[in-house]
């Protein structure tokens, strides 16, 4: 264990029905002086984890879980937990990664080991290799979370932006930042984005009937560009039962000096099959967001920087709200994570907000929980989109 000044105070999930695990699971904290709570099955302990306290350093769970709910649990305890916490797999034979721990004799002993190997587990040095990348997305390793979108001014549901993980043996739940970039390098760009599609849709059909939300897809410039890529697209979802109306293209640009005549020619033909498309990171990361707003984009989100309580931000934001609004395109702000920034970008005119404020990134089975938590006696909102005509929709506001 480590010295006491350098220790956090161990506080325990035990996710089980099964009362032998409830009592070797208390034997453990009581010898380690941990405090535990008990969630009989999984929709509980998600629940418990979405509540505004949900602090601990463990959450255990039997290894005998399907393998979509230790996955629903996994994305729970890296994505929502507001610290640091391991998942220790009682009765597993081997790790899952670094936050993903093993207890194969899942006693008061066992779970003691467990909780001592993990407080003393770091990473080193690894570095991410475009191989491992291609072998994590040929095993099936690649997660998608889902980050909702409110209403700017009353808060209510509208969307849902699938955002990819992707995991890894050793270096666990890797983020776009981590991969992106060594996925566009080495080629592996359209695979991996195709996959997402397809876990995404997956992921998305038990969704579909979730009060009309939207589900947004990030893709990029040169997947959009392809001139067969919105039939594919929309065949994939009538295939999963979803219409394209319901889908939001977010298009990641990938390119320096796109064509755009091409471009545009590319959105007509995305909003001609159903989709709307957007333009995404709007700010300081796309110099050429001026151009991009003359193309006939349904509507745009802001870069998360312009969030930031600062004038430059806040004179950015409103200059590209204002065009956005000129042309019918409806503006989505991102990165919001206090009252404060919601109650600033609500001003300046933004159709909807996103951001830790409301939800950090959620595993699909969270999602009607989450929903669930929210103010029942209200109806979802509505994005103003209008994927099929010329231009862009008419602000609601």
């Excluded at 390098?185 to 009060?211: F, K, M, N």
């Excluded at 956005?324 to 395109?329: L, P, V």
């Excluded at 991102?334 to 939800?359: C, D, I, M, T, W």
Aim: aromatic share 4%.
């Amino acid at each position: 264990m480590p010295d006491a000044a350098d220790a956090t105070p161990l506080r325990m999930l035990l996710v089980s029905g099964d009362a032998a695990l409830h009592r070797e699971a208390a034997s453990a904290g009581a010898q380690l002086g941990a405090a535990l709570e008990i969630s009989p099955d999984l929709d509980a302990a998600i629940a418990r984890l979405l509540g505004p306290d949900a602090i601990f350093s463990h959450v255990l769970a039997a290894a005998s879980l399907v393998p979509a709910d230790t996955d629903a649990l996994a994305g729970m305890v890296d994505e929502v937990t507001s610290t640091p916490t391991r998942l220790l797999l009682l009765g597993a034979a081997e790790d899952r990664g670094p936050t993903e721990v093993a207890v194969p004799v899942p006693n008061a002993e066992g779970i003691i080991a467990g909780l001592r190997r993990t407080l003393a587990t770091r990473l080193g040095d690894a570095v991410l290799t475009a191989e491992e990348v291609r072998a994590s997305l040929q095993t099936g390793n690649l997660r998608m979370r889902f980050q909702p979108v409110v209403d700017a001014a009353t808060f209510q549901p509208l969307a849902l932006e699938a955002l990819a993980r992707l995991h890894h043996p050793v270096l666990g739940i890797l983020r776009p930042h981590d991969f992106m970039p060594i996925a566009i390098v080495s080629g592996q760009e359209g695979i991996l984005t195709g996959l997402a599609a397809e876990r995404t849709l997956l992921d998305l059909r038990p969704l579909s009937g979730l009060g009309g939300l939207y589900f947004a897809f990030n893709t990029p410039l040169t997947m959009l560009l392809e001139p067969e890529a919105a039939a594919r697209a929309a065949e994939m979802c009538v295939a999963a039962g979803l219409p394209p109306t319901q889908l939001v293209v977010e298009v990641l640009e990938t390119l320096t000096t796109p064509d755009y005549g091409a471009l545009a020619r590319a959105v007509e033909r995305w909003r001609r099959a159903g989709f709307n498309v957007t333009i995404d990171d709007a700010g300081p990361r796309l110099p050429h967001w001026r151009k991009m707003l003359d193309l006939p984009f349904t509507g745009v989100k802001l870069d998360g920087s312009l969030a930031a309580d600062t004038p430059e931000a806040a004179k950015l934001a409103e200059e590209i709200i204002k065009l956005a609004r000129q042309r019918q395109q409806y503006v989505i702000a991102e990165g919001v994570e206090n009252h404060a920034a919601a109650q600033r970008l609500s001003s300046l005119g933004v159709h909807a907000l996103q951001g830790f404020y409301f939800s950090r990134p959620l595993p699909a089975r969270a999602v009607p929980l989450w929903l669930a938590a929210q103010d029942v006696g209200r109806r979802p909102g509505a994005l103003p989109l209008d994927p099929g005509g010329g231009g862009g929709p008419a602000p609601r506001r």
